[in-house]
Every structure is written in structure tokens, then in C-alpha cells.
Nanobody, 124 residues
Framework: QVQLVESGGGLVQAGGSLRLSCAAS????????MGWFRQAPGKEREFVAS????????YYGDSAKGRFTISRDNAKNTVVLQMNSLKPEDTAVYFC?????????????????WGQGTQVTVSS
């Protein structure tokens, strides 16, 4: 099972940007679809973005479309979520996720490995 460690969270003002990174170990990332989910206080965990094994196909949740970009570097075993035009409602713990090659990784049931999460706080 792949191990995932997120970094890059923090406090940012509304309209600002953050870049989240997910470093993988234990397995090469080319065996996995990768993605990001988030969970705000008192809310269920929700899908943010995912990317297929090669990086050629991406999916975004409605809240991320047009503002967030997911990318991956299989040579470095990393996945990045670039978040722009951040809003206070983006405040949440962001989790990196890995799933099988054939999944879109839009559902939590498709996730085989989770990172520990990184806090993103957007102030108004």
C-alpha cells in the first residue's frame, strides 16, 4: 500500500493561492489514480480533484472547477493541487488519496490509501 504525506497547507487571505503537495512512498505512483478530498468542520468529506495514472485525464468537483489545478510528477512520486482565488468556504482539511488504475477516484469508496491531511484556512 502506498504511503501519502501532504504538505503546503496554511492560512491565506481570500483571493490568495496555496499549493498543496502529496509525496508518495512505498510504491511507484504510476500504479495509482491520485486525488484530493477535503473535509470542513461539521461536514462530510467531499471530492475536490483527481488525475489518472499518466496525468492525461483530470476530474474536478464543482467547487474546484476553474480555480484549482491538479497535476502529478510520476518521476518524483508527487501530486500537486494548485489552488487559486481561494474563498473562506474552501477552509477544510485537505486529504491526498490514491486509488486503483481504473477508477476516477471521485468516491471515497474508490480510495485505497489516505494521507493524514493538511489544514487550509482562508480568512475573509
Amino acid at each position: 500500500q502506498v504511503q501519502l504525506v501532504e504538505s503546503g497547507g496554511g492560512l491565506v487571505q481570500a483571493g490568495g493561492s496555496l499549493r498543496l503537495s502529496c509525496a508518495a512512498s512505498g510504491h511507484t505512483l504510476t500504479h495509482y489514480a491520485m486525488g484530493w478530498f477535503r473535509q470542513a468542520p461539521g461536514k462530510e468529506r467531499e471530492f475536490v480533484a483527481s488525475i489518472n495514472w499518466s496525468g492525461g485525464v483530470t476530474y474536478y468537483g464543482d467547487s474546484a472547477k476553474g480555480r484549482f489545478t491538479i497535476s502529478r510528477d510520476n518521476a518524483k512520486n508527487t501530486v500537486v493541487l494548485q489552488m487559486n482565488s481561494l474563498k473562506p468556504e474552501d477552509t477544510a482539511v485537505y486529504f491526498c488519496a490514491a486509488g486503483g488504475l481504473a477508477v476516477r477516484l471521485q468516491l471515497q469508496t474508490e480510495v485505497s490509501s489516505w494521507g493524514q491531511g493538511t489544514q487550509v484556512t482562508v480568512s475573509s
